[in-house]
């Protein structure tokens, strides 16, 4: 257990419904990331956050996909109007301060989503 | 103990040998580098981390080798078990800056027989 907590675990949805996945960092992490990983792929950048502020997004993330982390806590990523292509495991990492050895990101152990 | 010279996207040893394993970085500035276990159906374990400043850095049973020239990263694993059996990752900070996001290499799946 690396002390970030995504939840649900599975979630299998049908194509064109929305989905909300939820992270919890590790409690003194100020910086969270949203992942996504396919099948023999290794994780790709979605979006990151330091504290409350949204600071980098990925040009995989379009206009269906929304991210917040509004007290700068846990943090959710919205799937709108799901897509077959969207099927994937999502991963959240956080990361405390600075930079180099010891500043490791932590991952959860990932929701995996099914669109049906 | 087996190495790859190239990427490879699997590795199969036995027991009791060492395994070496190969990414190439993508970008010069990159200052960190992390190498990650995945295994099936988990999210990535954290095994081992080196600065640019480094050339190598050693864990348990663990060793990273950094070579800046050719923008090359390797792991090696001292008397692989059947427990390291999983997906290998490096990843980079490809600017420098603390905020930014890992960026992973293509994983290489290490397969451990008994």
């Known amino acids: 257990d690396t002390g970030v907590s995504q939840d649900p675990r599975h979630k299998i949805t049908k194509r064109g419904q929305n989905v909300t996945f939820r992270c919890d960092p590790i409690?003194?992490?100020?910086?969270l990331y949203w992942y996504r990983q396919t099948l023999g792929q290794g994780p790709e950048f979605l979006t990151y956050?330091?504290?409350?502020?949204?600071?980098?997004k990925s040009r995989l993330l379009s206009d269906r996909f929304s991210a917040e982390r509004p007290k700068g806590s846990f943090s959710t990523l919205e799937i709108q109007r799901t897509e077959q292509g969207d099927s994937a495991m999502y991963l959240c990492?956080?990361?405390?301060?600075?930079?180099?050895?010891?500043?490791?990101?932590?991952f959860g152990q990932g929701t995996r989503l099914t669109v049906v | 103990g087996e190495s790859v010279g190239l990427h490879l996207p699997t590795l199969s040893v036995q027991e009791g040998d060492n395994s070496i394993i190969n990414c190439a970085y993508s970008?010069?500035?990159?200052?960190?580098f992390i190498w990650y276990k995945q295994e099936s159906g988990k999210g990535p374990q954290f095994i081992i981390d080196?600065?640019?400043?480094?050339d190598k850095r050693q864990g348990q049973r663990v060793t990273v080798l950094l070579n800046k020239t050719v923008k090359h990263l390797s792991l090696q694993i001292a008397a692989t078990q059947p427990g390291d059996s999983a997906v290998y990752f490096c990843?980079?900070?490809?600017?420098?800056?603390?905020?930014?996001?890992?960026?992973f290499g293509k994983g290489t799946t290490l397969s451990v027989s008994s």
């Open positions: 990492a956080s990361r405390g301060g600075g930079t180099g050895v010891g500043t490791e990101a932590f």
């Open positions: 409690s003194e992490h100020n910086r």
């Open positions: 956050f330091q504290n409350e502020a949204q600071l980098e």
């Open positions: 970008n010069s500035a990159s200052d960190y």
């Open positions: 080196i600065r640019s400043n480094m």
């Open positions: 990843a980079e900070n490809p600017s420098g800056q603390a905020g930014t996001a890992l960026i």
